[in-house]
């Protein structure tokens, strides 16, 4: 994909500002939502956030059940948040981040440095078609991402094809529960406007949805755990970061999410699926 086909506003602003302290200490190694173990003390901190966005890479990782000597494919790797995280506590490990995005990458191997016997490597591609053999890896994960891909079906038949018998994938996502179908012609307009502008292409498809794609292509029952809770204080700090609510269409898509996730329509959840 070329850089003009590629739209990630988001992305735009924040490589535009990484030499901005608050947003290099933010979002210069992860870029995702936080989890806070007890919210409530949650600080609003750039500091406090980057803390709880490194352990919302944990709680995706941890979901995939990381051993020593695996190999790792991180879709939608960003900066390579996740793959450091990995990279500084486990060994002997191959982890390979792919994204859509060549500036993204480029950081990415200026950060990142493999610890002792592991590897890393960053690859340029897309998620719906990954440009990696088949059985090539053990673990698949996607932190923040899917919502991006052009098909979700595209991407599950992809994973099944590169991952190992016996392999899983982790990821998380904004999942609307059933009661946002009444919201949906409001939902489709936001997604289409104010979220486009600042996100880039994005949607929200059910848990039903997910359950049934991955039965469908043959993989495990879905494990989910609602995270929901532990990622409020992200939209708070959000609002303190001048540099990313600058735009008034960013503040009010933020306003937007955080409004449906309070009101119980949109829930954080990582989920995680082995195959046979
Ligand atoms: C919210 S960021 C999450 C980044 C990273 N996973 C993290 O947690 O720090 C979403 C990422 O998905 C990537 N992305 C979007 N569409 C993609 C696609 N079709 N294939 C691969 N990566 C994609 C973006 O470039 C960006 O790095």
Not at 53 to 58: G, I, R, T
Not at 88 to 109: M, P
Not at 153 to 164: D, G, I, N, P, S
Not at 239 to 258: D, F, Q, W, Y
Request: glycine share 6%; aromatic share 10%; hydrophobic share 45%.
């Amino acid at each position: 994909m070329s850089k003009a086909e590629i739209n990630l506003p988001y992305f735009d602003k924040i490589l535009a500002n990484l030499e901005d302290k608050v947003v290099k200490t933010m979002l210069g190694n992860h870029v995702h939502w936080g989890y806070w173990e007890n919210p409530n003390l949650a600080q609003i901190t750039a500091q406090d956030f980057a803390i709880a966005a490194e352990k919302l890479s944990q709680k995706v990782y941890q979901a995939a059940d990381i051993q020593n000597g695996i190999s790792i494919l991180d879709v939608g790797c960003g900066f390579g948040g996740t793959i450091t995280s990995i990279n500084h506590n486990y060994s002997a490990i191959k982890i390979t981040g792919l994204n859509i995005d060549e500036r993204q990458l480029a950081i990415a191997r200026k950060q990142v440095h493999p610890r002792d016997d592991n590897t890393i490597e960053f690859v340029q591609g897309d998620a719906i078609k990954i440009p990696f053999a088949d059985n090539s890896f053990d673990v698949v994960l996607a932190v923040e991402c899917i919502f991006h891909f052009s098909s979700r079906v595209a991407f599950f038949q992809e994973v099944k094809r590169v991952l190992k018998p016996g392999g899983k994938i982790a990821f998380s996502d904004f999942v609307p529960t059933p009661a946002l179908k009444f919201f949906e012609p409001v939902v489709r307009l936001f997604l289409k406007d104010f979220g486009a502008k600042t996100y880039g292409q994005a949607n929200f498809i059910t848990l039903a949805y997910y359950d049934n794609l991955v039965k469908k292509l043959g993989f495990n029952s879905l494990k989910i755990e609602d995270i929901t809770f532990n990622t409020l204080p992200t939209y708070t700090i959000l609002k303190e970061c001048s540099v990313l609510s600058s735009s008034p269409i960013a503040r009010k898509t933020n306003n937007i999410l955080e409004c449906m996730t309070r009101l119980g329509l949109l829930r954080y959840l990582i989920l995680s699926v082995s195959i046979e």
